[in-house]
């Protein structure tokens, strides 16, 4: 079946820790993208991906940080740097950066600090 | 700046009954897309429909239906006879214009529906 993984769904961690969320789709999708979602709020572009080892800021990318070095991968690296961590994370494709593609999302990770 | 706005934060309705979601936007570029997104308690995010700025046909997909009016910068969200499992929170976005490279999409702030028995 084809789609997008992200693992765990659940990730506990010590404040002052560096945490890595994987996102890996085998849609041979071109663009990935990275979106963050608080209680009671809609999504916010952390970073995104057009192609393999490019990557752009989204609007809140200050304390994340990310890599593409496989086209089917796309890790979200939370730093200590990141001061209010705790939310949903959720990992999307697109089959081209192009615009009015839709994108397809993964089930998400909720990441708890404390 | 483009702004997707959904003035309703949660609508209840009881089972059978119609419900519309009111998306209303704002950009600059004279090329956009338009997008419902459904998320269910799961969490994922669930594509449901697109339209672009030239189309301002409605859409009907089953008990779903979509009316978009550039004269009002609105692109409505109409569930007709709701059921339990249409219950979850409803997003509408869009996508920005050719200038910008990536295919972002700007969120609203979500609905959340909650249908009962």
């Known amino acids: 079946d084809g789609g997008i993984t992200q693992s765990p769904k659940y990730l506990f961690r010590k404040e002052g820790q560096n945490v890595t969320l994987s996102c890996e789709q085998n849609?041979?999708?071109?663009?990935m993208y990275w979106y963050r979602q608080d209680p009671g709020q809609g999504l916010r572009l952390i970073y995104y991906s057009q192609i393999v080892n490019d990557f752009q800021k989204g609007d809140i990318a200050e304390g994340y940080s990310v890599s593409r070095e496989k086209k089917e991968s796309f890790p979200l690296t939370v730093t200590s740097a990141q001061k209010n961590p705790t939310a949903f994370y959720l990992c999307?494709?697109?089959?081209?950066?192009?615009?009015?593609?839709?994108?397809?999302f993964g089930p998400g990770t909720r990441l708890t600090v404390t | 700046a483009q702004k997707v706005t959904q003035a309703q934060t949660e609508i209840s309705v009881v089972e059978k009954e119609d419900v519309t979601l009111d998306c209303v936007y704002e950009t600059r570029d004279t090329t956009y897309y338009l997008f419902w997104y459904k998320q269910p308690p799961s969490g994922e995010l669930v594509f449901l429909i697109r339209?672009?700025?030239?189309?301002?046909q409605n859409e009907i997909s089953g008990r779903y239906s979509w009316n978009f009016q550039k004269s009002t910068s609105s692109f409505n969200f109409t569930i007709t006879a709701s059921q339990v499992v249409d219950s979850a929170v409803y997003f509408c976005?869009?996508?920005?214009?050719?200038?910008?490279?990536?295919?972002?999409?700007?969120f609203g702030g979500g609905t959340r529906v909650l249908v009962k028995p």
């Open positions: 999307a494709s697109s089959p081209s950066p192009g615009q009015g593609y839709e994108q397809y």
């Open positions: 976005a869009l996508s920005e214009g050719f200038k910008a490279a990536g295919n972002k999409l700007t």
């Open positions: 849609l041979n999708h071109d663009a």
């Open positions: 339209r672009n700025s030239f189309d301002e």
